[in-house]
């Protein structure tokens, strides 16, 4: 299975990258419409599009406003929104709110199942995640490969959402900041560089990504990665437009 990593930054786009957006094209799957939503056209080849939501924040929902273009010249049986009913309620009150956004996007919206079906036999579920407002995780798996995706949450070995991740093959985790900056992550409800590396090592994943990375960062390595893979070997920086394999 591959995933493309859209977008990989935190809260604003920036010369680094835009902002959460991942894709599963050979399922037509996205997970979170953050600014790099408007990269999902070129790789669209599915009948179906299924965008699953962790929260409403608008680095993470902003790109359902790209829909239009997003979708033309596809023939496309449906595209359908999942999301919390929270989640759900404020993008159709406010984000696509008249005033705001009068051309409603060509989508269907759905509040999350506990487990939704996949195409090739998958199944994603979710978990919730300690965030400000709110948020939820997602895992995905196939019969023969499985990933998880994590983000706006401040990481802790101990944290509930542990258990969920145990054994996937793949493992994407923000980290908006290096340990320097443990307390801010704490402060505004993201994750610092050696506590996400610790999830990792405690839910015994096979590879760890990185994202959700600091806008304002400038740093090549921004996150102290020799920190992380001192804990978990397996870890890698997340970058836009990153290919993976699992």
Known sequence: MKLVLLGTTGYHPSQRGHT?????????????AGTAMFRVHERLCTPQLDIFLTHA???HVVGL?????VVRDKQLERVTVHASPKALGAIQEHLLAEALFPAQPPCEFRALAETVPLAQSGRLSWFRL??????????????DCSMAYVTDTTASAAAPYVEALRGVDLLVHECNYPDAKAELAQRWGHSATSAVAEVARQASVGR????HLDPTAGEEDPLGLEAARRIFPSTTLGHDLLELEF
């Open 20 to 32: 959460a957006c991942l894709m599963l094209p050979e399922v037509g799957i996205v997970l979170d």
């Open 57 to 59: 924040h608008l680095d």
């Open 65 to 69: 406003t790209y829909l239009q273009n």
């Open 130 to 143: 300690e965030h400000p407002g709110g948020a939820v995780g997602f895992r995905l798996d196939w019969p």
């Open 208 to 211: 760890l990504v990185l994202t």
